[in-house]
């Protein structure tokens, strides 16, 4: 037992050793897409969200994060997780003004959404980790690219999670200021 006791333990001892990594690394990036969820959300446009594997798993909690509340009230924001059919999704809903929100989880996938939303010249948001590169090569200078660290998908999940976290704190912070939860 106590041999799976201690892989347990290095999962966590895994897992913030790539959090203190990355949060120097990932701070101005995501600030960066704070930026243009803000300027999407205060300009009357709306975040589109969605992912791939486990990015996809994340994309309608992120949208309920924004709809609904983070860590205090507030009004609600304008967002929306995108289902089975992405690409056609932001090709039906997407607007210019509005950010795409997409968490790739690293397990190499279409880039057919990206696509899409720059053919609605909407702002991108990139969340990647293995095969950032790929998309980095895709976007723009106005688009923001969060490259996690790391080569496992799960590792890069739960960071991005903790991206999502930050992105909301900062949302919130930056609409109505420093009162803590």
Sequence with gaps: MAMLEQRIQQQFFDSADLKYQAAELLARPIADA??????????????????AGAGAALAPYMARLLTGRFERERPPLAALALGAEPAQQVRALGLPGDVLLYLDDGEGHSTAVITA????????????????????ELLAETDVLVAVPHERTARCAEIQLLVLHCLCDAVDFQLMG????
Aim: charged share 10%; proline share 2%; glycine share 22%.
């Design 34 to 51: 704070v930026s243009a969820l803000l300027a999407a959300l205060t300009g009357g446009g709306k975040v589109i969200v969605g992912g």
């Design 117 to 136: 939303a720059q053919g609605k010249d909407m702002t991108i948001v990139v969340l990647a980790g293995r095969g950032a590169q790929a998309f980095g």
């Design 178 to 181: 420093e009162n803590a939860p």
